[in-house]
């Protein structure tokens, strides 16, 4: 599937979630592009610093997918954009971010905005698969990574927090040994 422009998708999302103000900021002015194809750990993000305002899109997670995984991932920064440019706010997923993103999934149902995205790693990049004991749950990584606890298991039995009864065990992936 060919890389949609991403301007005319965020002009239309601006327009109808968040009052055409996004595209009128200053000082410095919200850009937006894809990544240039080493952004692969995560599907978007938007930062600010004195000089810079941008929203980066990655390429090589969202371009085999469907465009509603674009239009979602795109309106998730802009949200970010929004809370910290116009309501003047530094929270991350905190309430604010999640009332607008409630607004939006019931505005519309061409796509969900969700907090995390369970897109997949391009095979390439899936070097290792962590394992859940209790649920059996299996999800890609790109590195072997200590001390990580399946979030599902530790949401539902433990209040969300860490426990050892779910830390992930870690095998190598079939991609990772084929090449």
Do not use: K
């Not at 194809?37 to 930062?47: C, F, I, K, N, P």
């Not at 433990?158 to 870690?170: H, I």
């Amino acid at each position: 599937m060919p890389i949609e422009p991403l301007l005319p998708l965020f002009h239309r999302l601006n327009r109808e979630h968040f009052e055409g103000r996004l595209a009128a900021l200053a000082d410095p002015p919200l850009q937006l592009r894809w990544s240039d194809g080493r952004m692969t750990r995560t599907a978007g993000l938007y930062r600010r610093g004195p000089q810079l305002c941008e929203i980066v899109l990655s390429r090589p997670l969202l371009g085999p997918l469907p465009a509603e995984a674009t239009l979602s991932t795109l309106c998730h920064e802009m949200i970010h954009a929004w809370i910290d440019r116009v309501q003047g706010s530094r929270e991350v997923h905190g309430p604010q971010f999640r009332t607008c993103m409630a607004r939006i999934n019931a505005g519309q149902a061409q796509f969900q905005v969700s907090l995390r995205h369970r897109y997949p790693l391009p095979a390439a990049l899936a070097g290792w698969l962590a394992h859940c004991p209790s649920c059996g749950q299996t999800q890609a990584y790109r590195r072997r990574r200590q001390g990580l606890a399946c979030r599902r298991c530790c949401e539902r039995h433990n209040q969300g927090r860490w426990d050892a009864r779910y830390a992930l065990n870690f095998s190598r992936s079939e991609q990772a040994s084929v090449g």
